[in-house]
């Protein structure tokens, strides 16, 4: 009789109520047995919910691979259109018009996704990549925190360096897809310590195309607009991420950019000198007395004017710009992460021209010395240059064929103590994120 009553107050639980219970009691037992471990990641999992409460609509996505590191997802704006892969977080496409009104690609790279993968196997150019989790160069793969020294795999140069951050570097990880609509799109990483980097790390990089007028944009030109967001979870680390792109502006109409594409840097008075190897030094120079003023961009200057100056600028033997310039912002008006315009390219040949706006301390620029014309420029921008000209263009990437714009921090600024970079390179769990912003703006002239 007494066992009855007991069990009538179940009566009111339906199923779907108990397993609710369930979960809710198997969820608060996990966090009081585990606080201690996961109080790091808190922080990092409050700043990804905005992101799971928004709802993710069909994307433009088109190509999909049955791996879905290389499903090619298309975001797009009037004059505008952008191609991008999980694999690296990286760009594939960037399509906007030339004076004419024609369309024209102006990113290197691939056609085929899952030529990506064998790019990183072969020759590794880390096409359109988001590389890290520290870009560019670290010298002996080593650096200090706290007194507290440490070491990372070296994968250049025989051993003497680590660049993009070691032999698997953010460029090569597959990166999960998160909200993305027609015009937006996000990926996310964790790095649990990748390539021995202390403590953990979790990344955002939200690609973004619009032609809204702004006050930013009082013509309304198609811009593209990266925010790459890293926040460090459990231990102090180096952090510096940055875009790897490499622009053609004149589509592979010329077989290099050299007599086309001009280049101007206004703010960009000093540059990082560097060894035989492209490691820093530790010294700075003035652009305008060095190399028979080859660095000085202050003014618009063609790429290829003084480009004959630069022998062994970047590294021995070598011919060319591979070089860190630092964005001097005025102290009195400009904060020293303030959005600016940096760097000014246009090309002759299309009219295209491309202004970045970033909150970056420097600019490293490369102008693809090394590429020796084996890899081929992408079939749909021959096809497209037969179409247009009636000849294909360059069919292979040449020497001097492209130029590549890192907006990023002093480049291995974690081992120049002198420079005092560390607010902006080296971050903690009770540190704001490090957040590296750019907007790509394209014109024409």
């Given at each position: 009789?007494?066992?009855?009553?007991?069990?009538?107050?179940?009566?009111?639980?339906?199923?779907?109520?108990?397993?609710?219970?369930?979960?809710?009691?198997?969820?608060?037992?996990?966090?009081?047995?585990?606080?201690?471990?996961?109080?790091?990641?808190?922080?990092?999992?409050?700043?990804?919910?905005?992101?799971?409460?928004?709802?993710?609509?069909?994307?433009?996505?088109?190509?999909?691979?049955?791996?879905?590191?290389?499903?090619?997802?298309?975001?797009?704006?009037?004059?505008?259109?952008?191609?991008?892969?999980?694999?690296?977080?990286?760009?594939?496409?960037?399509?906007?018009?030339?004076?004419?009104?024609?369309?024209?690609?102006?990113?290197?790279?691939?056609?085929?996704?899952?030529?990506?993968?064998?790019?990183?196997?072969?020759?590794?150019?880390?096409?359109?990549?988001?590389?890290?989790?520290?870009?560019?160069?670290?010298?002996?793969?080593?650096?200090?925190?706290?007194?507290?020294?440490?070491?990372?795999?070296?994968?250049?140069?025989?051993?003497?360096?680590?660049?993009?951050?070691?032999?698997?570097?953010?460029?090569?990880?597959?990166?999960?897809?998160?909200?993305?609509?027609?015009s937006s799109i996000t990926f996310s990483l964790l790095d649990e310590?990748?390539?021995?980097?202390?403590?953990?790390?979790?990344?955002?990089?939200?690609?973004?195309?619009?032609?809204?007028?702004?006050?930013?944009?009082?013509?309304?030109?198609?811009?593209?607009?990266?925010?790459?967001?890293?926040?460090?979870?459990?231990?102090?680390?180096?952090?510096?991420?940055?875009?790897?792109?490499?622009?053609?502006?004149?589509?592979?109409?010329?077989?290099?950019?050299?007599?086309?594409?001009?280049?101007?840097?206004?703010?960009?008075?000093?540059?990082?000198?560097?060894?035989?190897?492209?490691?820093?030094?530790?010294?700075?120079?003035?652009?305008?007395?060095?190399?028979?003023?080859?660095?000085?961009?202050?003014?618009?200057?063609?790429?290829?004017?003084?480009?004959?100056?630069?022998?062994?600028?970047?590294?021995?033997?070598?011919?060319?710009?591979?070089?860190?310039?630092?964005?001097?912002?005025?102290?009195?008006?400009?904060?020293?992460?303030?959005?600016?315009?940096?760097?000014?390219?246009?090309?002759?040949?299309?009219?295209?021209?491309?202004?970045?706006?970033?909150?970056?301390?420097?600019?490293?620029?490369?102008?693809?010395?090394?590429?020796?014309?084996?890899?081929?420029?992408?079939?749909?921008?021959?096809?497209?240059?037969?179409?247009?000209?009636?000849?294909?263009?360059?069919?292979?990437?040449?020497?001097?064929?492209?130029?590549?714009?890192?907006?990023?921090?002093?480049?291995?600024?974690?081992?120049?103590?002198?420079?005092?970079?560390?607010?902006?390179?080296?971050?903690?769990?009770?540190?704001?994120?490090?957040?590296?912003?750019?907007?790509?703006?394209?014109?024409?002239?």
């Open positions: 009789m007494n066992a009855a009553p007991r069990f009538g107050y179940f009566r009111c639980f339906t199923p779907r109520l108990l397993s609710v219970f369930c979960v809710v009691f198997l969820f608060i037992t996990a966090l009081l047995g585990l606080r201690m471990h996961l109080k790091p990641f808190f922080t990092a999992a409050l700043t990804g919910l905005p992101l799971l409460a928004q709802a993710a609509p069909a994307s433009s996505s088109s190509d999909s691979s049955e791996d879905g590191r290389f499903t090619s997802y298309t975001i797009s704006a009037e004059g505008i259109t952008v191609k991008a892969i999980p694999y690296g977080a990286r760009l594939t496409s960037v399509l906007v018009n030339d004076r004419h009104g024609h369309v024209q690609d102006v990113l290197t790279g691939y056609d085929d996704p899952i030529e990506y993968l064998h790019d990183t196997e072969t020759n590794h150019t880390y096409f359109g990549a988001t590389v890290g989790r520290y870009a560019n160069r670290i010298k002996n793969g080593t650096f200090s925190i706290d007194g507290n020294t440490y070491h990372i795999p070296e994968n250049e140069h025989d051993g003497e360096d680590t660049l993009h951050g070691g032999f698997v570097g953010y460029d090569a990880r597959n990166w999960t897809v998160g909200p993305h609509t027609d310590g990748f390539q021995n980097f202390p403590g953990d790390v979790i990344t955002t990089v939200t690609f973004t195309v619009d032609n809204e007028v702004t006050a930013e944009n009082p013509k309304g030109l198609p811009q593209l607009t990266s925010r790459i967001v890293s926040e460090a979870l459990t231990k102090k680390t180096p952090i510096m991420l940055a875009n790897h792109l490499y622009w053609n502006l004149n589509a592979f109409k010329k077989q290099n950019v050299l007599k086309d594409t001009t280049l101007q840097m206004p703010l960009s008075t000093r540059y990082i000198g560097a060894d035989g190897i492209e490691v820093p030094t530790g010294e700075i120079f003035e652009v305008s007395n060095t190399y028979g003023g080859a660095l000085d961009f202050t003014q618009p200057k063609l790429i290829g004017k003084d480009i004959e100056k630069t022998e062994n600028l970047c590294g021995t033997g070598c011919t060319g710009y591979d070089t860190c310039w630092i964005t001097d912002r005025d102290p009195g008006y400009s904060a020293p992460n303030s959005m600016v315009s940096s760097i000014t390219m246009a090309s002759d040949t299309t009219g295209i021209s491309l202004d970045v706006i970033t909150n970056q301390a420097a600019l490293q620029i490369y102008t693809c010395n090394s590429q020796n014309g084996s890899i081929k420029t992408k079939k749909s921008q021959q096809e497209r240059n037969q179409k247009q000209d009636g000849s294909p263009g360059a069919e292979y990437v040449e020497q001097y064929g492209c130029v590549v714009i890192e907006t990023e921090d002093w480049i291995d600024g974690i081992n120049q103590p002198e420079w005092g970079r560390d607010a902006y390179q080296i971050v903690g769990p009770a540190d704001p994120p490090l957040v590296n912003w750019a907007v790509y703006q394209f014109g024409n002239c």
